[in-house]
């Protein structure tokens, strides 16, 4: 038996309890799955952080070729940027370009099970930090890792998945310091108009909730006998049982994940895939981009770079940077 076989098959079958597979398997389909497991986790248990991003170029005086024009340009196709491919291009008069320096999709990405290794794959952007004085004291030289998702649905194709908007207090509290509109009841609305809510809410829950949204929220399937134990021990303990989403956050819930039925949830799954066939949305993927062009202070459009081929794109409306929490300002500085 390989090293990672046990682990491989204990995936699986969290991926069966949490819906992942929706049918029955026959003996050489379940050998064939927990194989494709096995190999993905030993391709990430070897794999070599990058330390530059050589592969995408080839001269750094290359001359650019011509893009195109487009009305919006969209730098990263992660959280963030799947969601404003999806609704502006929903406007069939506008033209959006997604640049997006990672891969399309693979099938290893909608299994939730395997989130712990997909940030030790080519899936993720394999930041680390500085040498830490006060934290990160157990890890090798002090440098904690940064997962940031490389690829379409940037992170939510590689993290948990769980769903939690955060304590309702914490929302106001912005709004009080003077984050105009930032109130919970202020941001309320977009939650809701994101979520496609599949199991059954309490009525007093409802009002917290979306059901007509793009993002399939779920339950993974109770853990049978252990669930009930574990939420019974709790009220028993003396909290209530709570929708976490919902009304109140203090006590015990089950918890909640962005999961269609059998697949991850992503932003890519939930926003890109299902606008890939309209033809005002151009999407490049394994396309890094270096520069944001300027003229007179406002951007007009980009440049990238797409396997050893430096490209221009110009925006006739607005470039919009959406490369996540480290590429959007590491950008912005190269520009």
Not at 48 to 77: C, K, L, P, R
Not at 117 to 140: D, F, M, P, R
Not at 313 to 319: C, F, H, L, Q
Request: hydrophobic fraction near 35%.
């Amino acid at each position: 038996m390989k090293p990672y076989t046990f682990y491989a098959t204990a995936l699986l079958y969290f991926a069966l309890s949490a819906n992942i597979l929706t049918r029955a398997l026959s003996d050489e389909e379940f050998d064939e799955f927990v194989s494709k497991i096995e190999d993905f986790i030993d391709d990430s248990s070897s794999n070599v952080w990058a330390t530059n991003n050589d592969d995408y170029f080839s001269s750094e005086n290359a001359s650019s070729v011509d893009y195109g024009t487009f009305d919006f340009i969209i730098v990263g196709g992660g959280t963030a940027g799947g969601i404003l491919a999806n609704r502006l291009s929903e406007q069939e008069n506008f033209t959006v370009l997604l640049v997006e320096a990672g891969k399309a999709r693979a099938a290893i990405v909608d299994v939730l099970g395997l989130n712990s290794y997909l940030v030790a794959s080519e899936w993720n952007w394999a930041y680390n930090t500085t040498k830490q004085t006060t934290g990160c004291l157990g890890s090798v030289d002090q440098r904690c890792s940064l997962g940031r998702g490389k690829g379409l649905g940037g992170s939510s194709s590689i993290n948990d998945a769980f769903v939690s908007r955060g304590n309702h207090k914490d929302f106001d509290q912005w709004a009080d310091l003077g984050d105009i509109g930032w109130t919970f009841e202020d941001c309320l609305p977009y939650f809701k108009k994101t979520e496609k809510t599949t199991f059954s809410v309490n009525a007093s829950d409802e009002p917290y909730h979306g059901f007509d949204g793009m993002q399939s929220l779920s339950r993974a399937e109770d853990t049978p006998i252990l669930t009930d134990a574990l939420v019974s021990a709790f009220e028993e303990l003396g909290n209530s049982y709570v929708d976490f989403n919902g009304e109140t956050q203090y006590g015990v819930g089950r918890p909640q994940y962005y999961l269609d039925n059998n697949t991850r949830a992503s932003t890519a799954h939930s926003y890109i895939f299902p606008a890939l066939n309209r033809t005002n949305l151009n999407i490049t993927v394994e396309s890094l981009v270096t520069k944001v062009i300027l003229s007179n202070k406002t951007a007009t459009g980009i440049e990238f770079w797409k396997n050893g081929t430096k490209y221009t794109a110009t925006a006739g409306k607005e470039v919009i940077v959406s490369a996540g929490a480290v590429n959007s300002p590491q950008l912005l500085m190269l520009s």
